[in-house]
């Protein structure tokens, strides 16, 4: 990335993203250089019909123990998603003990320090249909009071720019059509937690065809997995 270029570099890389997965890629490249190691985004969904859990649409662009339980629902009690979920504005943390922040949930904080997670800024985002996530970057290291009050002067550029790309891939996803049938198999992909097996034994649909859409899904939408499809259905509404 070029150091006095950096916003081109990103908005580039944006413009060549072509999933939200390539977009948390992109972002997370601009923000490295100011001591970020993580970056995502991810909202909350309505609970599948056949399960009493709440769902999470998560997108990172690495994966680890702890970006495992945010997908999990497990940490949407916690000061940042509690912050999101009633204000627009930001919200940082230095990762450290002696913050407010740090405060509000001492016992959930000191677990998630210790995966490795330590700084961080986030803030909500709303799309064109009135979706809201969150969308994050956090740090393996300790910011310090200078380097976060650095980060932050740019962090609002970055999430704006992520999520405005976010926004055209949703509305030209939506471009391509998606048959009853598609749709019908999302949603059991969805409630079976996207085990093709159990959709198999709970549709009369037959291997080949199921197969042959699922292929022709995946490559709508640009998924290589059959459990990015379902996160990306879910983004997209498909689901209900």
């Known amino acids: 990335m070029n150091t006095n270029n950096w916003k081109l570099d990103l908005f580039s890389a944006l413009d060549s993203a072509h999933s939200v997965k390539t977009v948390m890629d992109a972002s997370l490249d601009a923000v490295r250089p100011f001591g970020f190691d993580f970056c995502g985004w991810r909202t909350n969904t309505r609970p599948a019909k056949k399960s009493s859990s709440k769902h999470v649409v998560a997108f990172n662009a690495i994966e680890d123990r702890a970006l495992e339980k945010i997908a999990n629902g497990d940490c949407d009690y916690a000061p940042v998603p509690r912050h ?19 405060f509000q ?3 959930v904080l000191e677990e998630y320090y210790g995966t490795g997670h330590h700084s961080g800024w986030a803030i ?8 809201k996530g969150i969308f994050f970057v956090e740090s393996r290291s300790i910011l310090s009071p200078d ?13 704006a720019a992520a999520y405005i ?18 749709i ?18 709970d549709s009369s649909i037959n ?24 996160v990306h259905a879910l983004f997209l509404g498909l689901i209900d």
């Open 207 to 230: 291997a080949i065809k199921l197969f042959s859409m699922l292929d022709d899904l995946r490559k709508k939408f640009g998924c290589d997995s059959v459990h990015a499809l379902v």
């Open 84 to 102: 999101c979920a009633i204000s627009q504005a930001p919200i940082s943390w230095r990762g450290t003990t002696d913050e407010d922040i740090f």
């Open 147 to 159: 380097e976060m009050w650095h980060a932050e002067q740019h962090m609002q550029w970055v999430s």
């Open 165 to 182: 790309r976010m926004d055209e891939l949703k509305k030209s996803s939506l471009d391509h059509y998606v048959s009853p049938d598609e």
């Open 124 to 131: 909500s985002t709303a799309a064109h249909d009135g979706q």
């Open 105 to 107: 949930a001492p016992e």
């Open 184 to 201: 019908a198999l999302l949603r059991k992909l969805y409630w079976h937690n996207a085990s093709i097996k159990n959709v198999m034994a």
